[in-house]
Nanobody, 123 residues
Framework: VQLVESGGGLVQAGGSLRLSCAAC????????MGWFRQAPGKEREFVAT????????YYTDSVKGRFIISRDNAKNTVYLQVNSRKPEDTAVYYC?????????????????WGQGTHVTVSS
């Protein structure tokens, strides 16, 4: 499956931003989807994941209550809503797809990756 992220850019702190990840290939609904991010000079970190149907989600502690992951299987797209933007949210955001069921929080659990979309939050 091919993944293409969009929606990044230079934004000010506060407010909301929605990232999108469009998939093409094998039926989208068969993948667990996740979002990761990599800040400058840091390792890639897990952000959020969502189950096949969208009924189950899981977030890293630092984004709970601010980020919302969702998916639209009819549009083959997964989203990441970033609310109350902070400068520390500055990073390249990647979406990823996993073929196996589960709550996947490590990079190794995912089989396919997008190229990433840059998000820069200024204070």
């Amino acid at each position: 499956v091919q993944l293409v992220e969009s929606g990044g850019g230079l934004v000010q702190a506060g407010g909301s931003l929605r990232l999108s990840c469009a998939a093409c290939g094998r039926p989208f609904s068969s993948y667990i989807m996740g979002w990761f991010r990599q800040a400058p000079g840091k390792e890639r970190e897990f952000v959020a994941t969502i189950s096949w149907s969208g009924g189950n989600t899981y977030y890293t502690d630092s984004v709970k209550g601010r980020f919302i992951i969702s998916r639209d299987n009819a549009k083959n797209t997964v989203y990441l809503q970033v609310n109350s933007r902070k400068p520390e949210d500055t990073a390249v955001y990647y979406c990823a797809a996993a073929r196996t069921w589960g709550i996947h929080t490590t990079s190794q659990s995912y089989d396919y990756w997008g190229q990433g979309t840059h998000v820069t939050v200024s204070s």
